[in-house]
């Protein structure tokens, strides 16, 4: 039985004022993070990439020691998704 599974995923870079679904699906992630964080707010549910989320990435950046841009790519994407599917596959 293998220990782990390879997989390819094509996600785009994002910055602030972009528009879409892949940016619900990062907003939705960060509020996932803010759950566990009474002091942090809940980000609103639109599919829009604006100042909140700007700040949310950047702090999210800074956490993880990623240059701090506000926009999404590589390292930022890498980065949510080792943090947050752990958690959401329960373990």
């Not at 094509?10 to 939705?28: C, F, I, M, Y």
């Not at 800074?62 to 959401?88: F, S, V, Y």
């Amino acid at each position: 039985m293998a220990d782990h599974v390879d997989i390819t995923l094509r996600l785009p870079v994002l910055n602030p004022g972009d528009t879409g679904q892949a940016v619900g699906s990062v907003k939705e992630i960060l509020n996932d993070f803010a759950s566990w964080n009474i002091e942090e707010t809940l980000l609103n549910e639109t599919l829009e990439y604006g100042p909140q989320t700007t700040a949310r990435v950047k702090k999210f950046q800074h956490e993880n020691g990623i240059d701090q841009t506000g926009g999404i790519g590589l390292r930022t994407w890498k980065a949510l998704l080792e943090t947050w599917l752990p958690i959401e596959a329960g373990g």
